[in-house]
């Protein structure tokens, strides 16, 4: 997979079929609208599930581009690539092929919160992604802009009110239709581009805004909530003009580590990996900022950017005083030009040469493409169910920027799961939604479709209740058998490698809990191991390999005979030792949760009008957001404990109709004292997380939420506590999309 050479992209183009009057008269299962990174997941999860699919967008040449930063993964993000991977997604496939400097970031932590990310090639990227594409069956490509989406009544034996039936192209009288279509128009929707004071209309550099139709039909025809967000991206700078010997080095990992389950080692050789540079802004930076903020008509205006990759106005403006961190970024193998991560601004081109100047590494630095802002429509996403279909729109599903998200994974995952749901809709199945309990891709989806958002949303670990089950290391174990026997979405080829794995794990594993022996046997087995002489009782391997400075090689070569087989697996072995205990405490609490997670709230409730004691306010929310579970329900902002006491006796009592669901008041209690639980331990997630780095915002981009403490139960398991390594990468990766 990893050495097949993708075709030249001229090969691609002419493959592409450009006409779209021939595919008038077609029909197809699903139309995905856009070819970035949910669009790309979309169209080939869609096609592996069956579905005959078309994929439409504005330009071929940009299909799987990588708009920002060209890197993949990193904290929270990095795990929703294992998980992508895991459903045979392309974006961890590609990331292996593209990367140039692999790293795992987080590392002084637990490996649950590891985050696995690489500085990419752009070019190799999008070339791996066009030949993915190119070589999926049932899967056809179009260049074309989507004008219109077509709208009927709605299937009356269906809820909706509403129903799309295909698409209208720019420049095309006839129409294409399908049975489901999914939006990933990123930030082209209603886009408009900001440097200095000029705004001009455009999703991208180099690319025009979505049609202003399309945001009609959303927002008029189908009656859908719209708001409006923004971002923007650095200049590029030419890198035989940055002064390297005024920077930090940093080195990529000596081994690099691959995205996806189905690869043993990436494109790159660790040899071949390039580096990248830290260096710091000075007072002059922030001068620059203040002189031309009357220059600067992005800054001025209301629209919520991201907090977690602010561009420097906002960080100097915020955090005056202090010193922030540039990291210089390699843009590809042959590329000539770096990406100053940590310097997105939107002042004029002339004000961004005199700032990045001030900097004493880039102080004779040019500038090959200045940097911008870009503010764009997205649908508040409360508005889609957990399988990302509009819910008042039968066949309309949304994935990526569209929902109010941030980041290239974000937008993969989405696309992934949009793209299943569609297919399966299309081809009479039912659909499908992932609990929070299984994935970062389910916790994503909830936290979108149950409390929306204010401000561009992405991954962090910290936002997972259930993060040290939810490890990269398991993705495929939590998800590709799934996938294969539940959702349709899995080759089999990947499936087998699952159950090959899983079984070979699961062997190993009772080879080590088999192994019991005494701890003076132990001690004679493993000299170099601090086992306490005091007690002398029976250890099997399994609690021997939690120790600290116990690996499975080291046991494997006490005991070649029962363990050497195993090898292939030590890290995954080791791995799961050390949390074992832990997630088998969670498992139970966790089979709990998901039975009142899942119980199903009716979607034709009136809330209104419900004869249960809930406030008015409560009332109002519910109404708006209508979510789909009671687990949905209970991290709703605004949703006390006991309104949802009240709804859980409420559905109780309605789906059991001739008895009696209440039988006594002792009952009730209980059952207040446990939603009560589970509601403040969904909400009580942590705030406080990490130290201050340059005094920033504990949430900036330079102090990730992600410094997150994994709770007792881990800070007590040897090997794995928090160190604090000032400096390093893992203190900064809020930014990396
Ligand atoms: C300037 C800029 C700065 C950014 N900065 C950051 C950042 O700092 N941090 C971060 O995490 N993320 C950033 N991003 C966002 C990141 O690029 C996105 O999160 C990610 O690309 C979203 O993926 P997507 O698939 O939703 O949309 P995109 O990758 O934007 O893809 C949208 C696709 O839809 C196509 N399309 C749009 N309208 C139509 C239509 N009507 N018909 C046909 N095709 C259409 C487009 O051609 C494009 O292929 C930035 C993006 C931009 C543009």
Avoid at 479 to 507: H, P
Avoid at 613 to 625: A, M
Avoid at 649 to 660: A, D, I, L, P, S
Wanted: with cysteine; hydrophobic share 35%; aromatic share 6%.
């Amino acid at each position: 997979m990893l050495t097949k050479k993708p075709p030249a992209l001229q090969s691609f183009l002419s493959l592409v079929s450009r006409r779209a009057s021939h595919l008038a008269r077609q029909r197809y299962d699903v139309i995905v609208v856009g070819g970035g990174h949910a669009g790309t997941e979309a169209a080939a999860a869609a096609a592996r599930v069956g579905a005959k699919t078309l994929m439409v967008s504005q330009k071929i040449q940009t299909i799987g581009a990588l708009s920002c930063n060209p890197s993949l993964g990193g904290v929270g993000k990095g795990q929703l690539v294992k998980e992508v991977d895991a459903l045979d997604g392309l974006c961890g496939r590609a990331g292996d092929y593209a990367g140039i400097h692999f790293s795992i970031l987080n590392r002084s932590k637990g490996p649950a919160v590891w985050g696995p990310r690489a500085q990419l090639d752009r070019q190799r990227y999008r070339e791996f992604i066009q030949s993915e594409l190119l070589s999926t069956p049932g899967l056809t490509v179009l260049e074309g802009s989507v004008e219109e989406l077509l709208v009927s009544d709605p299937n009356p034996e269906e809820s909706g009110q509403h129903r799309v039936t295909g698409i209208r192209l720019a420049n095309e009288v006839h129409p294409i239709s399908a049975a489901s279509v999914v939006l990933t128009t990123g930030t082209f929707l209603s886009g408009s581009l900001f440097m200095g004071q000029t705004e001009s209309p455009g999703g991208r550099i180099g690319d025009a805004p979505s049609s202003p139709g399309l945001s009609q039909t959303l927002r008029e025809t189908l009656g859908l909530r719209v708001g409006r967000l923004r971002t923007g991206t650095p200049p590029r700078i030419v890198k035989e003009s940055v002064d390297f010997s005024l920077a930090k080095i940093h080195p990529p990992d000596s081994h690099p580590t691959p995205f996806s389950f189905l690869n043993t080692r990436t494109h790159c050789k660790s040899e071949e990996q390039l580096p990248c540079y830290l260096t710091y802004t000075t007072p002059g930076v922030e001068r620059v900022v203040r002189e031309s903020l009357h220059l600067n008509c992005h800054i001025q205006q209301d629209t919520k950017g991201p907090r977690y990759c602010p561009s420097i106005e906002s960080r100097v403006l915020r955090f005056p005083g202090r010193q922030h961190q540039v990291w210089l970024e390699p843009e590809g193998v042959t590329s000539d030009l770096l990406y100053p991560q940590g310097l997105s601004m939107t002042m004029p081109p002339d004000v961004q040469l005199r700032l990045i100047r001030e900097i004493p590494a880039l102080h004779r630095a040019e500038i090959h493409t200045p940097g911008y802002g870009v503010q764009y429509d997205f649908v508040c996403p409360t508005q889609l169910s957990p399988a990302l279909q509009v819910k008042s729109t039968q066949g309309l599903f949304l994935a990526g920027q569209i929902n109010g998200t941030t980041g290239y994974e974000e937008a993969a995952a989405q696309g992934l799961w949009a793209g299943v749901n569609a297919a399966r809709l299309a081809l009479s199945m039912p659909t499908v939604a992932l609990s929070r309990t299984e994935s970062y891709i389910g916790v994503l989806i909830d936290d979108l479709v149950s409390r929306g958002v204010t401000e561009p949303y992405r991954m962090f670990t910290s936002r997972a209740e259930y993060r040290t089950s939810l490890r990269p290391d398991n993705a495929d174990l939590r998800l590709t058998l799934k996938g294969f026997e539940e959702v349709g979405c899995v080759s089999s080829s990947r499936y087998q490698e699952a159950v090959r794995v899983r079984d070979r794990l699961q062997d190993a594993l009772t080879a080590l809990q088999a192994l019991a022996l005494s701890t003076r046997n132990w001690r004679k087995r493993l000299p170099d191991v601090g086992m306490s002489e005091a007690k002398n009782t029976m250890l099997t391997g399994m609690e021997v390999l939690q120790y600290n400075d116990v690996s499975f090689e080291t046991l494997a070569s006490a005991f070649p005979e029962i363990l050497s087989p195993h090898v292939e697996f030590s890290q995954r072995l080791k791995i799961e030792a050390v949390y074992r205990p832990h997630c088998h405490l969670q498992k139970k609490e966790i089979e709990r949760i998901q039975k009142e997670e899942n119980m199903s709230l009716p979607q034709d409730i009136d809330y209104f009008s419900l004869s249960v004691s809930l406030s008015q306010e409560v009332r109002e929310i519910l109404d708006k957001v209508r979510p789909t579970t009671l687990g949905a329900a209970t991290r709703l902002q605004g949703i006390t404990p006991a309104a949802i006491v009240h709804l859980f006796n409420y559905v109780r009592h309605t789906g059991q109709k001739g008895k009696r669901a209440l039988r006594h008041k002792n009952n009730q209690m209980e059952l207040y004292l446990q939603a009560d639980r589970t509601f403040l331990r969904q909400d009580s997630r942590p705030v406080r997380l990490g130290p201050k780095v340059h005094g920033d915002d504990i949430r900036s981009s330079e102090t990730p939420q992600d410094s997150v403490d994994l709770g007792p139960e881990l800070r007590a398991v040897p090997g794995f506590r928090a160190k604090q390594h000032a400096g390093k990468r893992e203190m900064t990766d809020g930014s990396f999309n």
